[in-house]
């Protein structure tokens, strides 16, 4: 066999074997997932699951670097959608929010596996930094753009004290902004932070005893938070009614 055939095959061996896992998921949990177990369900060899992921942490690492990738190409894709619309920052931020927020309820075992419990015993390694980053990344665009185009409002009050932000979340936007926006970083955190702690609510059905539409809270929910950066995310019955 050349090496572009056992390169293929590898390709297609783990690709079985994380679809596998991902239906098991379901039934198990992250913290049921064992190589055996994934191995007698998709009829493959353990040796030959192995091969692809040689232990449960290196086969995790993949599912969690699926997921983010997943999920932030699908906010991605809607904001694409709503800057070749001429989208306000504002349209824009809701369309990304409901893109995640849909993505989030089609693969809510992906979701549970990024932003639910952490797996006893397994730690995301830096492997995965980059496709969690490509979440808070598309968001940070837009504020970017916001703030670029003026539609911001300055913040009645500042963070008080130094400067809360590694210089890793100020190079992910690009720099510290002036003021009055000087802390428009900060404020993007606890926008980023309002959206994951929201979709966790209503993806665990935290929400559906408290509110009669689930989706027009969300939607709400996203408005009173960008408030917090100063953008307007407008409600009109456009917005409101989704694609």
Known sequence: MDSTSATDENATRAGAVKATARRLLVELGAAGLSLEAVAKDSGLAVADVEDAFP???????????????DSAAAMERADQ???AAGASAGVRL????RALRDWSFAHSPEF?????????????????????????AVLAGIVRSALADGELT????????PPLLLPEAVALFGGTPQAPFSDL???????????IGLLVFQVFSRTHDSVRDESAYFDFAIAVAAEGIGLTVPLDEKTRTRP
Not at 55 to 69: E, F, G, K, Q
Not at 154 to 161: N, Q
Not at 185 to 195: F, H, N, P, T, V
């Open 55 to 69: 232990h449960r942490d290196d086969l995790l690492t993949a599912l969690v670097i699926d997921a983010y990738d």
């Open 94 to 97: 809701l369309a990304v929010t």
């Open 81 to 83: 959608s709503a800057v």
């Open 154 to 161: 300055p913040p009645r009050r500042v963070v008080p004290g």
């Open 185 to 195: 970083i900060e404020r993007g955190i606890a926008l980023w932070s309002s959206l």
């Open 112 to 136: 549970t596996l990024i932003y639910g419990s952490p797996v006893p015993g397994y730690h995301a390694p830096q492997d995965t930094v980059p496709a969690a980053a490509r979440t808070p």
